[in-house]
C-alpha cells in the first residue's frame, strides 16, 4: 500500500491520531530490518528491498560499517481498529557508544519497541535500553526477532522451540523485576529518609504494617511492567523474512473455526494447555491426565 503525501498531511492536523515509536534492541537484532519491513508496508520502498537497502541509515559510514550510528525518524501511515494514525518511527543505534542517541529517542516518544534476537537472548545493551525505557516511565512491547534461526541454525522441534522461547521471556522479565524492585526499594528508603523520628517509637508496629502493606501493593501493580504473550506486549517476528504475529492474532484466527471464546484462546494458547475437542474446552494437561 502506498500512501500519499496529502494523506500524511491531513493525519499531522490531528494530534490525537500521532504516536511516536522507538524501536530499541541491542547491535545486530534487526532494528534497522525491523524498520525497513515496516517502511516497506507504506509502499516506500520495496518488501524485496527490506533488510538491504537499510533505509534509516542515511549516512554513508553507516552504510559502509552496517550498523546505525544516529537516531533518523520517518513518518508511516497505519491503520487500526477503523481509525488512521501517523506513526513517527525512529531507529535508534544498538552500539554502546551511542547510547546518547538512545536516551534523546526515548525521551521523544510514547512507546518503544525492544527488540531481541531469539538466539542471542538479552545482551547487554537490552539491558540498558530497558533501564532507559522505565526511567522515562514508558511501557515498551517486546519484539522476539529472527525466529527463523530457531528452525533455519539450531534445527529446533516445535517444542523446543517454545520452551528456548519461554527462556528468552524469562530473561527479558528478570531485568523487569530487578528494575521494579530497585524502584520499591528507593522509595522505601526515601520513606524513611524523610519520615519524623518522634512517630517512631510509639508506631513502630502499625507503621511496619502500613510500609508491609504499600509494598505488597506495589509489587501487583509490578505486575504490569512484565511481558506476557497473552497480554498482548509479546511479539514474534522474522523481520527480514517480512512476517510477524502475536498471540491475539491466532486467537481470533482459530476462534471462529474451533467455536471458542477468542478471549479464553488468548490466555491459552501459551503454555501448558490442552484443547478437548469434543467438549471444546481449554483446561491444562495435568487434568486431563487426571481424568484418563
Excluded at 528491498?49 to 497505519?78: C, F, P, W
Excluded at 522441534?157 to 520499591?184: D, G, I
Excluded at 507503621?207 to 509490578?222: P, R, S, T
Aim: overall charge negative; hydrophobic content about 35%; some cysteine.
Amino acid at each position: 500500500m502506498t500512501t500519499s503525501n496529502d494523506v500524511v498531511r491531513r493525519l499531522q492536523r490531528n494530534s490525537k491520531n500521532i504516536r511516536n515509536i522507538c524501536i530499541l534492541a541491542h547491535v545486530d537484532h534487526g532494528k534497522t530490518t525491523l524498520a525497513d519491513s515496516l517502511i516497506a508496508s507504506n509502499g516506500i520502498i520495496s518488501q524485496r528491498q527490506a533488510g538491504k537497502v537499510r533505509y534509516m541509515d542515511n549516512r554513508e559510514d553507516e552504510q559502509e560499517r552496517g550498523i546505525t550510528m544516529k537516531s533518523s525518524a520517518i513518518a508511516l501511515y497505519h491503520q487500526f481498529g477503523g481509525g488512521e494514525y501517523l506513526v513517527n518511527l525512529i531507529d535508534s543505534p544498538g552500539h554502546i557508544d551511542f547510547s546518547s542517541e538512545v536516551s534523546t529517542a526515548v525521551r521523544l516518544c510514547d512507546g518503544a519497541l525492544v527488540v531481541v534476537d531469539a538466539v542471542e537472548g538479552v545482551c547487554p545493551q537490552t539491558h540498558t535500553v530497558l533501564s532507559q525505557a522505565w526511567g522515562e516511565g514508558i511501557k515498551p512491547c517486546l519484539l522476539i526477532n529472527k525466529i527463523d534461526r530457531l528452525i533455519l541454525e539450531l534445527k529446533h522441534s516445535p517444542l523446543e522451540a517454545f520452551y528456548h522461547l519461554q527462556q528468552v521471556l524469562e530473561q527479558v522479565n528478570a531485568v523487569m523485576a530487578m528494575l521494579h524492585t530497585s524502584k520499591v526499594v528507593e522509595a522505601a528508603n526515601q520513606r524513611e529518609m524523610f519520615q519524623p523520628p518522634a512517630n517512631k517509637p510509639d508506631q513502630t508496629g502499625d507503621q511496619d504494617e502500613d510500609e508491609k502493606a504499600e509494598l505488597d501493593c506495589k509489587e501487583e501493580e509490578g505486575g504490569s511492567d512484565y511481558f506476557t504473550p497473552e497480554s498482548g506486549n509479546v511479539m514474534f517476528s522474522s523481520a527480514l523474512d517480512g512476517w510477524g504475529f502475536s498471540v491475539g492474532h491466532f486467537s481470533d484466527m482459530y476462534a471462529k473455526k474451533l467455536g471458542i471464546n477468542a478471549e479464553v484462546l488468548r490466555k491459552t494458547l501459551w503454555g501448558n494447555y490442552f484443547l478437548n475437542t469434543k467438549t471444546k474446552r481449554v483446561c491444562k494437561k495435568a487434568q486431563r491426565y487426571d481424568k484418563d
